[in-house]
């Protein structure tokens, strides 16, 4: 074991605050990465609150990683110290069950999180990016285009790990693509991606929002058009003309209104996981089309690195607002006003500030 530094949660009410504790030594397969830059995603506001009921004190956050390679262990064939690399939301899972083999790893019963969950080498409770340091098995490490080299790309990197695979992956899984007709609801850290995937995918992208100010900038990440959700009129335009709906939003909403601008055999899927369960669905409203409801999480490691590919290729990366590490608690305030456009990315150089 060796000594490393980061920011900690000791209980859901105190402000996160600097910590020192250990990483496992390097196994055979196991990469050690210097952490450069960590996205601040909204589930870790969830945990660091025990909002999920789950939380295990004190918690290192951060599962949207971006490093370079400092060591790596005998049987690492892939990596050597110097390279790009990103770390998501798993660090570990079975390998054999029908998930693992399936290359869906986020579904592994057995699966081990980025953080706050039991690292199987030490026996002990996994710790986040939001620290110096980290140690993970080569499989669950994804390679960064030298593309994205340049500083301020690289840190625009770090949300992909989670919001970008978060959107990416149930767009890929219902065949997303030119000549379909598309919602996106909700433009923060997980919608602004949506809504930057769809459009590169060649669909018809429409933003819905609660809030009209947001229509330039929607329009500015590749938007077709803009709905403000809680305008009837503009809504009655759009029944029964959307192949297909992501909800990104992470607070309890009603999905009732959605079903209704569905096609026949829509999906509406659900990507946001609220503290607070949502309002009961009509039945009606998925029988008479055979409209179909459906949820989606993360993505496996072989499509996580699909995705950095594509982004690499067609030059997509998060917006973000870089901050220094001693932020992070005025960060969360802003995170829960939907005051950051769209994701906050933490330069780990600051960390001793």
């Given at each position: 074991m060796f000594k490393t530094s980061g920011y900690a949660a000791f209980d859901p009410r105190s402000p996160l605050g600097p910590f020192e504790f250990e990483r496992r030594d390097?196994?055979?397969?196991?990469?050690?990465?210097?952490?450069?830059y960590c996205g601040v995603c909204h589930t870790d506001i969830h945990q660091v609150r025990n909002e999920w009921g789950e939380s295990v004190y004190p918690i290192v956050p951060g599962h949207e990683i971006v490093g370079r390679v400092v060591g790596v262990g005998t049987e690492v064939k892939k990596y050597q110290a110097g390279d790009l690399v990103g770390v998501g939301c798993l660090v570990d899972s079975c390998r054999y069950c029908e998930d693992c083999e399936d290359d869906l790893e986020q579904f592994c019963p057995h699966a081990v999180f980025t953080y706050n969950s039991l690292d199987k080498h030490t026996g002990k409770v996994t710790y986040g990016g939001y620290s110096r340091e980290i140690v993970v098995e080569e499989r669950f490490v994804l390679c960064i285009s030298d593309k994205f080299a340049a500083p301020e790309k690289l840190a625009a990197v770090a949300p992909l790990l989670c919001a970008g695979i978060t959107t990416y992956s149930p767009l890929r899984?219902?065949?997303v693509g030119k000549g379909d007709k598309v919602g996106i609801v909700g433009l923060g850290g997980l919608?602004?991606?949506g809504v930057k995937w769809a459009h590169a995918f060649g669909a018809h992208t429409v933003l819905f929002t609660t809030s009209p100010n947001k229509k330039e900038d929607a329009l500015r990440l590749g938007a077709d058009e803009v709905v403000v959700s809680r305008n009837e009129e503009e809504m009655k335009k759009h029944v029964r003309s959307f192949d297909f709906i992501l909800n990104t939003v992470a607070a309890p909403n009603d999905q009732n209104p959605l079903l209704a601008l569905l096609k026949r055999d829509g999906v509406l899927c659900l990507v946001g996981v609220p503290d607070h369960p949502h309002p009961?669905?009509?039945?009606?409203?998925?029988?008479?089309y055979r409209r179909s409801l459906a949820g989606s999480l993360i993505g496996g490691l072989k499509e996580t690195q699909e995705m950095l590919d594509f982004s690499a290729?067609?030059?997509i990366v998060s917006d973000i607002e870089l901050i220094a590490m001693p932020k992070i608690n005025q960060a969360y305030e802003r995170m829960l006003k939907s005051d950051v456009k769209y994701r906050f990315v933490i330069d780990m150089a600051?960390?001793?500030a």
């Open positions: 390097l196994q055979p397969t196991d990469v050690r990465i210097e952490i450069l899984h219902w065949n919608g602004h991606m009961p669905i009509h039945a009606s409203a998925l029988v008479l290729e067609h030059d600051t960390l001793g």
